[in-house]
T-cell receptor, first 115, second 114 residues
């Protein structure tokens, strides 16, 4: 069965450093998402992406964040200058469409630890 | 704005016990409702969904009914197994023209003991 993959599974970085989290969505999917979960808190929507542009973003997704689909298979989330509060589990998801009838398939997540 | 509230965990049950995890929501329009499950070390998987009022979603013995009058989508299973131990997330997706983002509850950890 096709699945969403994410790398790395765990990333440790120092405050102020740039990190890139990578995701490979399911190949025929067109819509891509990033979510994050700070330890002990809710899974929160960050951004959705379609047709090579952001379709929606949350208040969390400020100028420090960016997303890109550089080569037609990868989908990346970049954090330019990490803060301690960026420590969280980051989940990538993809779907065929945006209507509620289309399931979002999630990757296993990348645990980001900022020290 | 839209939001989801679910009962706090952890919930610890013995095998074959009855499970209920409460979920209530606040939303404008006609959201779709979901239960996702996360097994240890894995991503979120869709467990079941309901897209309109009075719909019942079901899968793997789990059920949830979309109750618009009580704005609820409680998850139930008649007889849990050790393999059901996981974290369960209730979520909603806004009305069809609000994009595809999911809004999650805080998750409920279920531990089933033999």
């Amino acid at each position: 069965e096709p699945e969403v993959t994410q790398t790395p599974s765990h990333q440790v970085t120092q405050m102020g450093q740039e990190v890139i989290l990578r995701c490979v969505p399911i190949s025929n999917h067109l819509y891509f998402y990033w979510y994050r979960q700070i330890l002990g808190q809710k899974v929160e929507f960050l951004v959705s992406f379609y047709n090579n542009e952001i379709s929606e973003k949350s208040e969390i997704f400020d100028d420090q964040f960016s997303v890109e689909r550089p080569d037609g298979s990868n989908f990346t989330l970049k954090i330019r200058s990490t803060k301690l509060e960026d420590s969280a589990m980051y989940f990538c998801a993809s779907s065929v469409g945006t209507a509620s009838s289309y399931e979002q398939y999630f990757g296993p997540g990348t645990r980001l630890t900022v020290t | 704005g839209n939001s989801v509230t679910q009962m706090e965990g952890p919930v610890t049950l013995s095998e074959e016990a009855f499970l209920t995890i409460n979920c209530t929501y606040t939303a404008t329009g006609y959201p779709s409702l979901f239960w996702y499950v996360q097994y240890p070390g894995e991503g979120l998987q869709l467990l079941l969904k309901a897209t309109k009022a009075d719909d019942k979603g079901s899968n793997k013995g789990f059920e949830a009914t979309y109750r618009k009058e009580t704005t609820s989508f409680h998850l139930e299973k008649g007889s849990v197994q050790v393999s059901d131990s996981a974290v369960y997330f209730c979520a909603l997706s806004g009305h069809y023209n609000q994009g595809g983002k999911l809004i999650f509850g805080q998750g409920t950890e279920l531990s089933v003991k033999p």
